[in-house]
Every structure is written in C-alpha cells, then in structure tokens.
C-alpha cells in the first residue's frame, strides 16, 4: 500500500490563471473521490468517478472546473480561470467501491 | 441532504485526561459512520468506522466510538489521551444519494499539553 499520492503539494497562481492537479490512487482502488477543504471547515465534496466513468459532481464544481480519470487509474482536476475564492486545499480519496476511503496529502491552492 | 455536527471545536486537553468528542448526523436511516484524524502535517487517516453490529467501535490508539441510534450520535472518546493525540478530528457520513461520498463535520482541533 504506496498512498494516495497527490502532485504538487502546493500551487500559487495568479487569479485568471488555469491549474491542473494529479492524483495517483492506491492501485486496487476502483473509486477516486475529489473534496476541497478551507480553512476551519471538513473536506467538502466535489466529484467521484468509479473507474473511468465519472459518476457524479457536486453543485460546488462550476463549469470552471473539470476533472478527468482517462484510464481509471490517475485523475487530473483542472481549474480555469482562477478566483480568489478557490483558494484552498484539495483533496483526492481512493477506495474499493464502499470501503473506507484513504486521503491523500493534498494540494494546497494559493491564488495571488 | 445528510449533515454532520461537531460540537467542540477546539479542545485543550492535559494529558492523561479523558476525552470525548461528539458528533451528531442528520439521517435517520441505516448509516455507515466514521472518525477521521489528521496529525500536524498529514494526511486524514481511518480513526475508526461503524457499519453495523456492536454499537460500541474500537478504533487504533486506544479510540472508541459509540453509536446510539436513537441521539444519531457517534461520539468518540478515549479514557486516557497522550501529547501525540494533538490533532484535528473529523467525523463524517455518507451523503444521500450513493457513491459513498462523505459529508464531514466541521472538526475538532485537539490539543493535549503535558
């Protein structure tokens, strides 16, 4: 068991500038969970797929957000045009189907 | 839509003292419940879980957490904690809807001093 390795760890950004993070999830698991979290608050729901198949998005993920999980292994959360108000830490969570999820370190996203 | 209470938020602990933790949820149905921890500099690990059976969970280090069904409560305590429980505790439920998806409560900041 390697983790949930997230890539980078930290990001600061321009407002108006598009970031992208990586999650590499525990092998086996066949569920990735995308939360964002700020500061005094619990991870918040963003997006889940199962395998490859994107399988639901929360009202918070605005169509400035997208994520991506081609092959059912790694997934890419992108941003575009970044607010001050995305500012936070993102989290990636992997499990096999409804077993306990396991988190990763995070990106922290600074927007300038 | 599934909803979590923490109702301490920050919490200052001597050690050797006992703790508990409450947490209240919202849903009235069969529920899978969790503790999650997450030391200074890490990553949210499993605490401990409820899914069904004995009401009374026992987790790693010395946690346990009790579900009373009919408070929707799973607090968490331990007798006796120690200066390396500092850490920020979250419990969390899975919304409505499937997927597993988590709704967590707010947090709570622990801080044990020797």
């Known amino acids: 068991d390697t983790g949930v390795s997230q890539d980078p760890r930290h990001k600061i950004t321009k407002r108006g500038q598009n970031v992208t993070f990586r999650c590499d999830p525990i092998?086996?698991?066949?569920?990735l969970y995308w939360y964002r979290q700020t500061l005094g608050q619990g991870p918040e729901f963003l997006t889940y797929?199962?395998?490859?198949?994107?399988?639901?998005k929360s009202r918070l993920l605005s169509d400035r957000f997208s994520a991506e999980r081609p092959k059912g292994s790694f997934s890419t959360l992108e941003i575009q045009r970044t607010e001050q108000g995305d500012s936070a830490m993102y989290l990636c969570?992997?499990?096999?189907?409804?077993?306990?999820?396991?988190f990763g370190d995070g990106t922290r996203l600074s927007i300038l | 839509a599934q909803s979590v209470s923490q109702h301490n938020h920050h919490v200052i602990l001597s050690e050797a003292a006992s703790l508990e933790l409450g947490c209240n949820y919202s849903y009235g149905g069969t529920v899978n419940l969790f503790w999650y921890v997450q030391y200074p500099g890490q990553h949210l690990q499993l605490l401990l879980k409820y899914f069904s059976g004995d009401p009374l969970v026992k987790g790693i280090k010395g946690f346990e957490a009790e579900f009373i069904k009919s408070k929707f409560s799973f607090n968490l305590r331990k007798p006796s904690v120690q200066w390396s429980d500092t850490a920020e505790y979250f419990c969390a439920v899975p919304s409505t809807g499937g997927g597993n998806k988590l709704t967590f409560g707010t947090g709570t900041q622990l801080k044990v001093e020797l």
């Open positions: 969570a992997s499990s096999f189907l409804n077993q306990p999820q396991h």
């Open positions: 797929f199962q395998n490859e198949a994107q399988l639901e």
């Open positions: 092998s086996e698991h066949n569920r």
